[in-house]
């Protein structure tokens, strides 16, 4: 499979196509060999980029770090009160100047606008780390996960279950209508995608054969399906609607009796990171019915999460590869 992602900017999967999608996937999975082997060579020596994040990471910052290391670029980390972004300098003014010094931006923050502009005005490829609309590189991996454990994505049924119009639900639902999925959104009506995104992704659907369903019904949504996905109820930022979310999303929590609905011996549980599945940290420990997964779930034999963590370094270095080179 050829394609040219050369100086090409990742701001949502809208953005790209199923050949450029699968692509991506491929490559990733073909730098996770050559790492494993030893073969691995160094394709962006010389490179420099730009990491600016006003929202704090772990998988993000670290798959970026590790990413261009292995490649042999250099990384700049630009945190929120580092540089003017939007403060003393308009994001324009800093798109500029940071297109002049670096190879690439990689953004991570709030407004899917600040990315947009960034990608506008800086001359350089820019990747979006997340926004509150969208998390691409996230879904890249998700699917490269995917494709390890079944060997296919087109036809695979995937249920997003929990809030279902976050950053990781939209992103999901447009990535599956792109690649052929038969996609599930499993969420309260009050929390269902935006209905402009979800006539969006139908229109993708009709290309590559995927399905689209939006349903409040668990066992509707789950039924027959070879993937459970959630994240945690409350994104950052939102950290007020934590006991409304809890009300809502209660009976959606990923249990080992809605695996069981199911019907499936061998369907695997994602999850993007981070989780609230052992009560261990601050805000589960304030409120303690905000796990959206069960213990049981995370840590066992269905669980592929920390696959999929890994996974952000190998679809995150296939993305630079891709478009430096």
């Known amino acids: 499979m050829t394609v040219n992602l050369k100086g090409r900017s990742l701001l949502t999967l809208k953005d790209y196509s199923k050949k450029e999608i699968l692509y991506l996937i491929n490559s990733a999975l073909e730098l996770k060999e050559h790492k494993a082997h ?3 060579k160094e394709k962006l020596d010389g490179k420099n980029i730009a990491l600016l994040f006003e929202k704090s990471s ?24 580092d540089i003017q972004l939007g403060g003393k300098e308009t994001v324009e003014d800093t798109a500029r100047v940071l297109g002049r010094m670096f190879d690439a931006i990689e953004f991570r923050g709030f407004k899917q606008e600040t990315v947009d502009l960034l990608a506008e005005y800086s001359g ?7 926004t509150d609309l969208y998390h691409p590189t996230q879904i890249l991996a998700d699917f490269m996960t995917v494709k390890e454990e079944l060997g296919i994505l087109g036809n695979v ?15 999901l639902m447009i990535g599956a209508a792109k ?40 066992e509707e949504g789950v039924r027959d399906c070879n993937v459970i996905y959630t994240d945690i109820w409350a994104s950052m930022g939102e950290e007020d609607k934590i006991p409304e979310r809890i009300n809502l999303l209660k009976p959606y929590k990923i249990t080992m ?31 303690p019915d905000i796990c ?23 679809t995150i270095e296939a993305l630079m590869v891709a478009t430096l080179t």
């Open 257 to 287: 009796n809605m695996l069981k609905k199911t019907g499936k011996e061998d369907v695997i549980f994602l999850h993007c990171l981070p989780s609230f599945h052992n009560l261990k940290t601050g805000i589960a420990q304030k409120y």
């Open 58 to 81: 772990t998988r993000t910052r670290c798959a970026f770090v590790s990413a261009a290391v292995n490649e042999g670029a250099h990384t700049e980390y630009l945190g929120k009160n």
């Open 179 to 218: 690649i052929g999925m038969d996609f599930r959104v499993v969420s309260p009506k009050s929390l269902f995608p935006d209905k402009i995104l979800v006539k969006e992704c139908e229109e993708y659907a009709k290309e590559s054969s995927a399905r689209i369903t939006i349903t409040d019904s668990i």
């Open 292 to 314: 959206e997964v069960e213990d049981e779930v995370f840590e066992g034999k269905f669980s592929r999460v920390f696959d999929q963590a890994e996974n952000r370094l190998w």
């Open 157 to 171: 049924k995937f249920a997003y279950v929990g809030d279902g119009r976050n950053n990781v639900a939209n992103s």
């Open 124 to 130: 350089v490829p820019v990747w979006n780390g997340l």
């Open 38 to 40: 030893g073969t691995l």
